[in-house]
C-alpha cells in the first residue's frame, strides 16, 4: 500500500518580548520579510503591506511556493510569522535569525503538514518510477 | 494574579476530494475568499492572485485584522485556507460554506490561538477598569 505524503508545511512562529522600537513600522517588517526570503530557496511574486496607527504592521509575501505573512502588535511586544511552503526550508536558519535579530528567546515554533497526497496519485507516482527503473 | 489572553485566532481548513474544475483559476478562488469575508465583520485592505500553470491559484486578503489566504492543487483534488484574525469570526458558518459550495465533506479544521497579552498589560487593563467603575 502506498505511503500518503503531504502536499505543504506550514511553519508559525510566535514572537514575544520583542522591542516595539523593532517592530513598530512597514520598513522594519519589510527588511525582515525579505531577509527570510534570503534564507531560503523560495521566490516572491508580490508582496502587500499595511501601516496601522499609531504603531503595528502587517506584511504578506505570496510566493511561487505559496506564502509569507507577519503581523506586529508593538504594544503587546508580539509578532506571529507564518510560512507555508510546497517546498523545503531551513526553518531552523529562520528561528536563529529570528531569535538574533528580534533580541528575544520567547520564541515557539509550530509545524503543521497540510494536504494530503491522495493514495490513487502516490500510486501513479510509483509506478512511474518502477517504469523509469526498468528501462 | 491577571489571567492571560490571547492578541489573534487563526483557523487552518485542509480540504481535500475537491473537484479540481472548482479550485483551478484565480477567478473561482476569488469568488470564494470575497464569499468567505461577507460572512464575517472583517474589513478587506488590499488583494492579491496568482495563477500557476495549467492549473492551480494563489489567493491572499490583507485585512484590517490580519489575513486570509487559500492555495489550490487540482491535480490532489486539495485545497488550503488560512484566517488569522484579531476579531472574532463565526468559524462554523464558514465551514458550513465550504462544506456546501465545494461538495465535500472532507474537511478539516484547526484553530491555533496567536500570542499571549503579558500579564503586566492585562493588569494595567483591569486596574482602569476599576478606576472606571469607581467614578
Redesign the interface.
Known sequence: MARLST??T?Y?W?I??VSAHEISYVFEIRTLLRHICSLTPLTI??E???QFQPVGA?G?M?L?E??L?I?T?P????L?I?L?SCIPVDHQRITDYLTSVLSTDDITI?I?E?????EQ?QAEITIEKQDQSMM
Chains 1, 2 share one sequence.
Request: net charge neutral.
Open positions: 502536499i505543504g506550514h508559525i510566535d514575544q518580548r511574486e508580490s502587500s503591506y499595511k502587517t504578506i505570496l511561487s505559496s506564502h505573512s503581523h502588535w504594544e503587546h511586544e508580539f506571529a507564518d507555508f509550530k503543521l497540510r494536504g494530503r497526497v491522495p496519485v
